[in-house]
């Protein structure tokens, strides 16, 4: 008589006595690739009736893969060591930023977020204001608060460059260089750089460890980035910015407003799932407050303003106070100490010309 377990194996005896075993679909696993799917649908339903055509930004891409393959080719980091939060399901994808899936609809998904901040405002508009609100921010703020001459710019977490393209519009005299850790978003940046035929730079790094002298930026932005980490690599990010900045020089995060976000979602148990499932780190990022980070992180005169109906963006600037070390026993969901100070070796100047083209 067959016996069943606890565990969802079942054994199957054949008429000679030899073991098969099956593993047991997790009813679980099915459902939730079925919603997501539903969910994936209707995301990109709405977007395209917002005005975003989502399918032809999608197929341009795929019609030109094998020449965005060559940039991943000859400008990914094959040394690279990601984190083990970066190789984790993101954003709906099983392989998070770590496929050409997620990263043709980059544009598309990025548009999509600004589209429904106005009423009556078409996503290219949307997106407009919403990147020109923060540059503007960031203007005056340097206006008031340091006397710096903005010559050098870093983008981290630069995506696929759509960020990156906003900075270097407003800081058309700067040299602006954009760093992502997915090879797959950074090989579309490059693709869209040389299409484009502009002056940005592109590097394949980890922001927790930038192979790039001390002090060489004088601003550094994060855009839509450190809601999508672990708290304690953020503040491995915020080190390695603060690093990175020369005396005086500024960091901008434009990200979401946590009260925002959830008071958007509130009532909606649909989108509160479909969004909470698909940033494993929200709940981190709603728990913390980034402007008290920044300061533990060395950062002074730190301001936040609202930015848009659901982001905020936070500058402060760097002084020559030594960094704080924050109770480490708060952070669950750490890789690795964000104040290891090992730096990687072969550290290049900057600008490399040679990182882009």
Not at 5 to 19: D, E, G, Q, R
Not at 77 to 101: A, E, I, K
Not at 271 to 287: G, K, L, S, V
């Amino acid at each position: 008589m067959m016996r069943l377990l606890k565990n969802p194996i079942i054994f199957l005896l054949s008429p000679f006595s030899t073991v098969h075993c099956f593993k047991k679909p997790n009813p679980r696993i099915l459902v939730d690739q079925n919603i997501k799917a539903n969910a994936k649908k209707w995301f990109i339903k709405r977007a395209e009736k917002s005005g975003i055509p989502w399918t032809q930004f999608v197929n341009t891409y795929k019609n030109n893969i094998e020449l965005i393959q060559s940039y991943k080719d000859k400008y990914e980091n094959t040394s690279l060591v990601y984190p083990n939060y970066y190789l984790q399901p993101f954003h709906g994808y099983d392989s998070g930023n770590m496929d050409w899936d997620s990263a043709v609809e980059v544009k598309s998904a990025t548009y999509s977020i600004s589209s429904r901040y106005w009423k009556n405002t078409d996503p290219y508009t949307a997106e407009q204001w919403m990147r020109n609100n923060a540059t503007n921010s960031i203007q005056s703020y340097l206006s008031h608060q340091t006397d710096l001459t903005v010559k050098t710019i870093m983008d981290m977490g630069s995506s696929t460059g759509i960020s990156t393209n906003y900075l270097q519009q407003a800081f058309p005299e700067s040299t602006v260089l954009g760093v992502e850790l997915s090879p797959y978003f950074l090989s579309i940046a490059l693709y869209e750089s040389d299409h484009a035929n502009d002056n940005l730079h592109y590097l394949h790094a980890n922001a927790e460890h930038v192979p790039l002298p001390d002090g060489c930026f004088d601003m550094i932005t994060c855009q839509f980035l450190l809601h999508e980490v672990p708290y304690y690599n953020t503040l491995a990010i915020l080190k390695e910015a603060h690093r990175l900045l020369k005396v005086d020089g500024v960091l901008a995060i434009l990200d979401l407003t946590p009260n925002s976000v959830k008071a958007r979602l509130q009532g909606n148990l649909f989108r509160q799932w479909a969004f909470e499932t698909t940033e494993p780190h929200i709940h981190d990022y709603y728990n913390h407050d980034m402007k008290q980070t920044m300061y533990e992180c060395g950062f002074e005169s730190v301001v936040q303003t609202k930015n848009d109906p659901l982001n905020s963006l936070w500058i402060g600037k760097k002084t020559g106070v030594k960094i704080q070390t924050p109770k480490l026993i708060k952070y669950r969901h750490a890789e690795e100490s964000p104040f290891d100070s090992r730096r990687k070796s072969n550290l290049c100047p900057f600008p490399c010309p040679s990182l882009r083209k």
